[in-house]
Antibody, heavy 126, light 107 residues
Framework: QVQLVESGGGVVQPGRSLRLSCTASGFTFSSYGMHWVRQAPGKGLEWVTIISYDGSNERYAASVKGRFTISRDNSKNTLYLQMNSLRAEDTAVYYC???????????????????WGQGTTVTVSS | DIQMTQSPSSLSASVGDRVTITCRASQSVSSYLNWYQQIPGKAPNLLIFGASSLHSGVPSRFSGSGSGTDFTLTISSLKPEDFATYYCQQSYSTPPTFGQGTKVEIK
């Protein structure tokens, strides 16, 4: 079945770095854009970043631009999120999500998240 | 950025009730409006995309309508497993933005 599994979360001090991973299975990973979405404790959903199917196109939320980098390794069916200069306000559950694409072009970026991982928790605290 | 505002923020309802949640965009998003359900402690799940298209596997008691700035999610007859938080999200422009959520609680 279609599945996304995140890993790499943990407790980290402000200013430090962390790398999250998301391993995909059950679909052709290399044909779809992928997102990271986060949810601070007790809060709503916040989109973080997206990467195109081939890694050639990336977009970021203003709150993380210049600090976070999304990447992917299609040979390993894995998505990454490199998080640098972490701040307390980055504390959240981080979800990876598959972009739905379009019925006529799965590689297109529809910004609709149709499959989600279970999430990994990042806590930024001294 | 486009702001999404949901109402109400929470509601209490009984099994079998018809429930309606509203989402308003700060500018037109055409029909690029999606709805997600999040059960406590779980990841969100896509319910509706393109304002009114039901995602695969989603029960037909869920429906969506609207275009432009005003949208509605309707649950025709509430079931116990529907008690959750619902989010709207616009996919018209980057960054995609979510509403603040509507929590549906048991009456």
């Amino acid at each position: 079945q279609v599945q996304l599994v995140e890993s790499g979360g943990g407790v980290v001090q402000p200013g430090r770095s962390l790398r999250l991973s998301c391993t995909a299975s059950g679909f052709t990973f290399s044909s779809y854009g992928m997102h990271w979405v986060r949810q601070a404790p007790g809060k709503g959903l916040e989109w973080v970043t997206i990467i195109s199917y081939d890694g050639s196109n990336e977009r970021y939320a203003a709150s993380v631009k210049g600090r976070f980098t999304i990447s992917r390794d299609n040979s390993k069916n894995t998505l990454y999120l490199q998080m640098n200069s972490l701040r307390a306000e980055d504390t959240a559950v981080y979800y990876c999500a598959k972009d739905r694409g379009y019925y006529y072009d799965t590689t297109g970026l529809a910004y609709v998240m149709d499959v989600w991982g279970q999430g990994t928790t990042v806590t930024v605290s001294s | 950025d486009i702001q999404m505002t949901q109402s109400p923020s929470s509601l209490s309802a009984s099994v079998g009730d018809r429930v309606t949640i509203t989402c308003r965009a700060s500018q037109s998003v055409s029909s690029y409006l999606n709805w997600y359900q999040q059960i406590p402690g779980k990841a969100p799940n896509l319910l509706i995309f393109g304002a009114s298209s039901l995602h695969s596997g989603v029960p037909s008691r869920f429906s969506g309508s609207g275009s432009g700035t005003d949208f509605t999610l309707t649950i025709s007859s509430l079931k116990p497993e529907d008690f959750a938080t619902y989010y709207c999200q616009q996919s018209y422009s980057t960054p995609p933005t979510f509403g603040q959520g509507t929590k549906v609680e048991i009456k």
